[in-house]
């Protein structure tokens, strides 16, 4: 995987502007915040993030890949001034769970997701090393 950086850019922070890889495509369906058998432990927005990327982990590590793999993620979220308040929490959990900031990320926020409870909504791209 390479990071891309055009020349004179900014290193951004928490993200990469582009990465380019080579492999296995895996492409991750958007993870809320509920468990492996579809149930919401909390109505925090932290802690549905933290459940999120479990769950993006979790897939990943299944199609034999690892968070390093991550080239691209989407966040949809209904509260922006929520995201931004739980952003040393949700910044703790992707450290945790996925590692280093170098996939190319996009934030969103959205009127509302399909699931009522849920509060984000996290979709990816890996590429697995063949």
């Given at each position: 995987?390479?990071?891309?950086?055009?020349?004179?850019?900014?290193?951004?922070?928490?993200?990469?502007?582009?990465?380019?890889?080579?492999?296995?495509?895996?492409?991750?369906?958007?993870?809320?915040g509920?468990?492996?058998?579809?149930?919401?432990?909390?109505?925090?927005?932290?802690?549905?993030?933290?459940?999120?990327?479990?769950?993006?982990?979790?897939?990943l590590?299944?199609?034999?890949?690892?968070?390093?793999?991550?080239?691209?993620?989407?966040?949809?979220?209904?509260?922006?001034?929520?995201?931004?308040?739980?952003?040393?929490?949700?910044?703790?959990?992707?450290?945790?769970?996925?590692?280093?900031?170098?996939?190319?990320?996009?934030?969103?926020?959205?009127?509302?997701?399909?699931?009522?409870?849920?509060?984000?909504e996290?979709?990816?791209?890996?590429?697995?090393?063949?």
């Open positions: 995987m390479e990071i891309i950086l055009p020349p004179g850019w900014p290193r951004p922070r928490g993200y990469a502007n582009g990465v380019a890889a080579s492999g296995k495509m895996l492409f991750i369906a958007g993870m809320i509920w468990d492996a058998q579809g149930v919401f432990d909390s109505d925090d927005f932290a802690a549905q993030a933290r459940q999120a990327l479990s769950n993006v982990a979790d897939v590590r299944e199609a034999g890949g690892k968070p390093e793999n991550i080239v691209r993620m989407t966040w949809y979220v209904t509260d922006k001034r929520e995201y931004l308040a739980a952003a040393r929490q949700i910044g703790q959990a992707f450290r945790e769970i996925i590692g280093a900031y170098n996939a190319a990320m996009t934030a969103v926020e959205v009127k509302a997701l399909i699931e009522d409870r849920a509060k984000v996290i979709e990816a791209t890996a590429v697995i090393p063949e």
